[in-house]
């Protein structure tokens, strides 16, 4: 005798390749929910390590602000030790010094302890005593030095009316490579009881200007909390609160839930489209177990069976292989494709978790498949297809507009806890799932509304044909609804990573063009004085050179205005090149003694073109401001160069006086333009040989180098892109297909009365490409909209060109699938398709 189970996989047997199918698209989503998933959390372990490679075991630092003009006490740091919560507490100095007698510029300078904490925090690793030094690669290659080298370093501080220099030398025991994915920084690590001893406002009670402070574990707020309540002066930066730290991560976040939803959805709406053909090949023998006397109860348990099987299997073959391709196939393709070193641990308990969680999930979308199979009668299943009308409810209004007054109320709070905060970006993300829930859920009754108002004009338009095949549509669409929403979880899902992706890359772009106004900067490190606006004409002599124009640092001047004087920060320009690049307009005037202001200043203090300003800098002996000579204003300028509000031509006298007694505007950027960037690199080569300390960097080698981390850290993803988008377009036209095939008797009576073999291809084709170019429309629609939500955390920008290029490979697709079929359906004899049937 046969129980519930062993009618369940006999019935199988009759639809074995639905069957398959069904477990397959269970599989690979699961697959690729779980490895994205187990993806984020360990790029989440990572992170974290990265930090603390980074920033060491520090977890707070606190201090004084530099204008504060205060140093932490000895006591200070013991009150530290012995707060709850605080385990270790290192003090560290730091000053701006000048090395190797190099007065053009400083060097960040910074007194350390010798402790774990502090070695951590500054990644070296020997024991300072009073005549050692650390220094970090940069340093030694702008001045030739090796371990076991002396290095002079020389700190000037300002006693009284006079300037005394702390000078020592050091031997050099360690020099530090740059941190992974980070240039080398001029710094240099002395021990910290020589550099407090140099600072200003140091005495005998002086531990230093800050301290790094290690916490136990998930304490570090609540003990930043209590610093500030120890001295409400005091500057504390905890480092877990760092936005900076957070927000890749949190985009990484939003990103994997939107695809991992989606993906289910998709998921979820092609398991019951592929579950209703394998109903519609098993339909003869639930009759005919209905017609001898099953019960609904014994139906219900039939079909809960073969979906359980179906989801069991799935989601087992899909763990098994996500765990294969976490531990085996993920670290080869990231050393294939030589991807960032990523963690591929596997949290067990995480991934039985997604497991379980996905098994349910599914388990309860399908639970309706469940209870319409074992409430139908043998007649009711025989002519399902003929009663697919969709009706709106009541019930149905209370549900979208809850959920829309919900996702509103979602959207006004995170606004105003700010969007940007952890927990406004929670509320916009469940508000934009909310939304697009709303939308998903009303989809086919607008699309059956779009179809009654265009029948009409559909007739005009494009023909009998056409106007048949869309007025035969209504009673399909809810069969077909899981094709559409399948299509529209794709474009949404498309959409906003292609949307994401993009927007990663076009902030890189902005950063780097930010760096990079031309094709080549060189770089005077040192701030090299006999570096003069005389070599860019030099340069620009050079065959492969368009043209060059220098930059200079930031210089400290005054300015009488109003009988008082302002202190600003001035820049040098080439102002001819400028206004040639179309940079500034014409400027007339005496370069010699004009200034060039910008808008907002000149209005702030009341100043046109043609007034004299006396310049001035500070004199330390006399302790006030001394006149160097007079500017006229020659131009005000809408916009600044440089973030500068004062600038002036390489020809003003400020750019040429023969004092130390103001920081002079020496050329710090040489930017130069051509055509040929490798050979024009070749071409400059001889400058390094001339200014050792030159920098010479180009754009297209870093443009190269940051779209191959670009494409390196997304190619993952770009191959889940792929496998979703050939998996649902698989699903769909198989679906379609055999929807269409089903429907053989319809085409055969309408070819009997007269419908041409032309006729019903275009017929197949009118009302394959309806759901399938609505899909698209609303999938495209939706995606937008979820991408412009989730811009709204943080802004990007759309990729029309992957959308595009999608959009037209799944028209195509569709169109050479179903013109065969109808031609196929089109050529076959009718006699033989009334007896088929």
Same mark, same amino acid.
């Given at each position: 005798?046969?129980?519930?189970?062993?009618?369940?996989?006999?019935?199988?047997?009759?639809?074995?390749?639905?069957?398959l199918t069904s477990i397959s698209i269970i599989t690979i989503s699961i697959c690729l929910v779980m490895t994205m998933s187990v993806y984020i959390w360990n790029a989440n372990s990572q992170m974290k390590e990265e930090i603390q490679a980074l920033y060491g075991e520090m977890d707070i630092m606190v201090g004084y602000n530099p204008e504060q003009n205060m140093l932490l006490t000895s006591q200070q740091i013991e009150n530290f030790e012995t707060m709850p919560g605080v385990t270790k507490v290192s003090s560290v100095s730091l000053a701006h010094t000048i090395v190797e007698n190099e007065k053009s510029t400083s060097f960040y300078t910074v007194g350390v302890e010798s402790d774990d904490l502090v070695k951590s925090r500054y990644?070296?690793?020997?024991?300072?005593?009073?005549?050692?030094?650390?220094?970090?690669?940069?340093?030694?290659?702008?001045?030739?030095?090796?371990?076991?080298?002396?290095?002079?370093?020389?700190?000037?501080?300002?006693?009284?009316?006079?300037?005394?220099?702390?000078?020592?030398?050091?031997?050099?025991?360690?020099?530090?490579?740059?941190?992974?994915?980070?240039?080398?920084?001029?710094?240099?690590?002395?021990?910290?009881?020589?550099?407090?001893?140099?600072?200003?406002?140091?005495?005998?009670?002086?531990?230093?200007?800050?301290?790094?402070?290690?916490?136990?574990?998930?304490?570090?707020?609540?003990?930043?909390?209590?610093?500030?309540?120890?001295?409400?002066?005091?500057?504390?930066?905890?480092?877990?609160?760092?936005?900076?730290?957070?927000?890749?991560?949190?985009?990484?976040?939003?990103?994997?839930?939107?695809?991992?939803?989606?993906?289910?959805?998709?998921?979820?709406?092609?398991?019951?489209?592929?579950?209703?053909?394998?109903?519609?090949k098993i339909k003869e023998q639930l009759m005919v177990l209905r017609a001898l006397g099953a019960s609904t109860k014994q139906v219900g348990r039939i079909v809960q069976l073969q979906l359980s099987l179906i989801i069991g299997f799935g989601v087992l073959l899909g763990t098994s292989i996500s765990l294969l391709v976490i531990k085996s196939w993920l670290p080869q393709l990231i050393s294939i494709m030589k991807m960032p070193d990523a963690k591929t641990n596997l949290p067990m308990i995480f991934v039985l978790g997604i497991a379980i969680v996905s098994f349910l999930l599914l388990q309860l979308i399908t639970k309706w498949q469940v209870h319409k199979s074992s409430s139908l009668l043998p007649l009711q299943i025989a002519t399902?297809?003929?009663?697919?009308?969709?009706?709106?409810?009541?019930?149905?209004?209370?549900?979208?507009?809850?959920?829309?007054?919900?996702?509103?109320?979602?959207?006004?709070?995170?606004?105003?806890?700010?969007?940007?905060?952890?927990?406004?970006?929670?509320?916009?993300?469940?508000? !934009?799932?909310?939304?697009?829930?709303?939308?998903?859920?009303?989809?086919?009754?607008?699309?059956?509304?779009? +179809?009654?108002?265009?029948?009409?004009?559909?007739?005009?338009?494009?023909?009998?044909?056409?106007?048949?095949?869309?007025?035969?549509?209504?009673?399909?669409?809810?069969?077909? !609804?899981?094709?559409?929403?399948?299509?529209?979880?794709?474009?949404?899902?498309?959409?906003?990573?292609?949307?994401?992706?993009?927007?990663?890359?076009?902030?890189?772009?902005?950063?780097?063009?930010?760096?990079?106004?031309?094709?080549?900067?060189?770089?005077?490190?040192?701030?090299?004085?006999?570096?003069?606006?005389?070599?860019?004409?030099?340069?620009?002599?050079?065959?492969?050179?368009?043209?060059?124009?220098?930059?200079?640092?930031?210089?400290?001047?005054?300015?009488?205005?109003?009988?008082?004087? @302002?202190?600003?920060?001035?820049?040098?320009?080439?102002?001819?090149?400028?206004?040639?690049?179309?940079?500034?307009?014409?400027?007339?005037?005496?370069?010699?003694?004009?200034?060039?202001?910008?808008?907002?200043?000149?209005?702030?203090?009341?100043? @046109?073109?043609?007034?004299?300003?006396?310049?001035?800098?500070?004199?330390?002996?006399?302790?006030?401001?001394?006149?160097?000579?007079?500017?006229?204003?020659?131009?005000?300028?809408?916009?600044?160069?440089?973030?500068?509000?004062?600038?002036?031509?390489?020809?003003?006298?400020?750019?040429?006086?023969?004092?130390?007694?103001?920081?002079?505007?020496?050329?710090?950027?040489?930017?130069?333009?051509?055509?040929?960037?490798?050979?024009?690199?070749?071409?400059?080569?001889?400058?390094?040989?001339?200014?050792?300390?030159?920098?010479?960097?180009?754009?297209?080698?870093?443009?190269?180098?940051?779209?191959?981390?670009?494409?390196?850290?997304?190619?993952?993803?770009?191959?889940?892109?792929?496998?979703?988008?050939?998996?649902?377009?698989?699903?769909?036209?198989?679906?379609?297909?055999?929807?269409?095939?089903?429907?053989?008797?319809?085409?055969?009576?309408?070819?009997?009365?007269?419908?041409?073999?032309?006729?019903?291809?275009?017929?197949?084709?009118?009302?394959?490409?309806?759901?399938?170019?609505?899909?698209?429309?609303?999938? @495209?629609?939706?995606?937008?909209?979820?991408?412009?939500?989730?811009?709204?955390?943080?802004?990007?920008?759309?990729?029309?060109?992957?959308?595009?290029?999608?959009?037209?490979? +799944?028209?195509?697709?569709?169109?050479?699938?179903?013109?065969?079929?109808?031609?196929?359906?089109?050529?076959?004899?009718?006699?033989?398709?009334?007896?088929?049937?």
């Open positions: 005798m046969f129980t519930m189970r062993t009618i369940a996989l006999k019935l199988f047997r009759a639809a074995w390749a639905n069957v990644h070296f690793n020997v024991n300072l005593g009073p005549n050692d030094v650390v220094i970090t690669e940069n340093v030694a290659r702008l001045f030739h030095k090796e371990v076991g080298d002396t290095l002079n370093v020389t700190f000037n501080k300002t006693v009284g009316d006079s300037v005394e220099a702390d000078t020592g030398n050091f031997t050099i025991q360690e020099i530090l490579p740059p941190l992974k994915g980070t240039d080398s920084p001029n710094i240099i690590l002395i021990q910290n009881d020589v550099l407090k001893m140099w600072m200003e406002n140091s005495n005998a009670q002086t531990a230093g200007m800050f301290a790094l402070i290690k916490t136990e574990d998930n304490v570090a707020t609540a003990v930043g909390t209590d610093l500030k309540q120890l001295d409400g002066t005091l500057r504390v930066d905890v480092m877990s609160d760092y936005d900076d730290f957070k927000r890749n991560l949190q985009a990484l976040m939003i990103f994997m839930i939107v695809l991992s939803f989606f993906i289910l959805l998709i998921s979820s709406v092609l398991l019951l489209s592929t579950f209703q053909l394998l109903f519609h399902e297809n003929e009663n697919l009308s969709l009706r709106w409810a009541k019930w149905k209004t209370i549900i979208v507009s809850g959920a829309a007054v919900i996702s509103l109320f979602l959207f006004l709070n995170a606004y105003k806890v700010g969007k940007n905060s952890g927990q406004g970006a929670l509320m916009i993300l469940i508000g !934009t799932l909310l939304v697009s829930g709303i939308f998903l859920y009303i989809m086919p009754y607008l699309f059956t509304a779009l +179809f009654k108002i265009s029948l009409k004009p559909i007739r005009t338009v494009f023909g009998k044909e056409a106007y048949l095949a869309c007025h035969q549509l209504m009673p399909q669409v809810r069969r077909n !609804t899981p094709i559409i929403l399948s299509i529209i979880g794709l474009m949404v899902i498309l959409i906003f990573g292609s949307s994401l992706f993009k927007s990663v890359q076009q902030n890189s772009y902005e950063y780097i063009n930010s760096q990079y106004e031309t094709s080549i900067k060189i770089e005077n490190e040192l701030n090299d004085p006999t570096i003069t606006p005389a070599l860019t004409k030099e340069i620009e002599a050079l065959p492969s050179v368009s043209y060059a124009y220098a930059q200079s640092n930031f210089a400290y001047i005054s300015l009488l205005i109003d009988d008082k004087w @302002t202190s600003n920060d001035i820049i040098a320009i080439d102002v001819p090149k400028y206004v040639q690049l179309d940079k500034l307009d014409a400027i007339e005037g005496d370069f010699k003694n004009g200034l060039i202001v910008k808008e907002s200043f000149a209005k702030e203090h009341k100043l @046109t073109v043609g007034d004299h300003l006396k310049a001035g800098t500070y004199d330390n002996a006399l302790h006030q401001e001394v006149p160097i000579g007079e500017f006229q204003i020659i131009d005000i300028v809408d916009s600044p160069i440089n973030d500068s509000d004062l600038m002036v031509d390489w020809s003003s006298f400020l750019s040429n006086l023969e004092t130390t007694s103001i920081s002079r505007t020496n050329i710090t950027d040489i930017i130069v333009e051509t055509d040929d960037t490798d050979q024009a690199l070749t071409d400059l080569s001889y400058l390094q040989e001339r200014w050792p300390a030159l920098k010479i960097t180009d754009k297209e080698t870093f443009i190269r180098q940051n779209d191959e981390m670009t494409f390196q850290r997304w190619s993952l993803f770009v191959g889940v892109f792929v496998i979703l988008i050939s998996a649902t377009c698989l699903g769909v036209l198989q679906t379609l297909l055999h929807s269409i095939y089903s429907r053989r008797a319809d085409y055969a009576i309408q070819r009997l009365i007269g419908l041409s073999p032309r006729g019903l291809i275009k017929l197949i084709l009118t009302q394959v490409l309806s759901f399938v170019l609505y899909g698209l429309a609303v999938g @495209t629609f939706l995606g937008l909209l979820v991408t412009k939500l989730m811009f709204t955390i943080d802004g990007g920008s759309y990729d029309f060109v992957t959308l595009g290029v999608t959009s037209i490979v +799944f028209l195509g697709a569709t169109l050479i699938v179903f013109t065969l079929q109808g031609y196929w359906i089109s050529r076959k004899k009718l006699a033989n398709e009334m007896i088929d049937i």
